[in-house]
């Protein structure tokens, strides 16, 4: 579709002119709605692929699955900027799968917007034990408080991370230095650098998304 890339690229973060006046009009949140019938899931795997969402500034601000982003634009609340080659079927049409897709009414987005959750935990720590360094699928993942909870460790973002269950037991009721661990990295809140992050992660399996992430 569309290729022309935005004036408002360069500008990092910041809000485009003609746009930064307005807060969104449809209250659409990419969270919160009910899924269209018309689009068929004939095709699982391809309606679980991953879609680049940017604001209408083309700033990039969300991952979500091709299902999700084509109800958007089935409710007009979003434009594809950027199409896959393969198509979904419905009873009577073709649909052609997006790749990227902008958000018409721009959306403000608040710095910190991620919820402290296990799954936004395993998210941040990409699913790496933070004391072994192993991937693991998520089921064989827990989430450790770095500062045991009977020592009034807290459960924040700061004090819990991903961590297998070999590494927890080893751990107990210890710090990391009393077990003799050493933690990957310090653990930090899911900030919108993180999402950043782990959009260019994802990224790199499709081209169409480099021009809105690596700038
Ligand atoms: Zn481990």
């Known amino acids: 579709m569309s290729a022309r890339r935005p004036e408002s690229f360069?500008?990092?973060?910041?809000?485009a002119p003609e746009s930064s006046g307005k807060?969104?009009?449809g209250s659409e949140s990419p969270a919160g709605s009910r899924?269209?019938?018309s689009v068929m899931m004939?095709?699982?795997?391809?309606?679980?692929?991953?879609v680049l969402v940017l604001n209408a500034t083309y700033e990039p601000i969300n991952v979500t699955a091709v299902r999700r982003a084509m109800v958007l634009l089935l409710k007009g609340v979003a434009q594809a900027e950027e199409m896959h080659n393969s198509e979904v079927h419905s009873a009577a049409h073709a649909h052609r799968v997006p790749s990227v897709i902008r958000l018409l009414a721009y959306r403000h987005i608040p710095q910190q917007s991620r919820a402290l959750s296990r799954k936004n935990i395993?998210?941040?720590?990409?699913?790496?034990?933070?004391?072994?360094?192993?991937i693991f699928p998520s089921s064989e993942l827990t989430l450790d408080h770095v500062v045991p909870?009977?020592?009034g460790g807290r459960s924040s973002w700061e004090n819990l991370v991903?961590?297998?269950?070999?590494?927890?037991?080893s751990k107990g009721d210890r710090t990391p230095e009393e077990a003799g661990l050493k933690l990957a990295r310090r653990p930090r809140p899911f900030t919108l650098h993180t999402s950043r992050q782990l959009m260019r992660l994802i990224g790199h399996r499709d081209e169409r998304w480099r021009k809105y992430l690596f700038y």
């Open 149 to 151: 909870r009977s020592r």
């Open 162 to 169: 991903a961590c297998c269950y070999r590494c927890n037991n």
């Open 35 to 37: 899924v269209h019938n």
């Open 42 to 50: 004939r095709r699982p795997s391809l309606m679980q692929e991953p």
């Open 23 to 25: 807060t969104s009009a």
């Open 10 to 15: 360069e500008s990092r973060g910041r809000r």
């Open 122 to 134: 395993l998210l941040r720590d990409r699913n790496t034990c933070q004391f072994c360094g192993a």
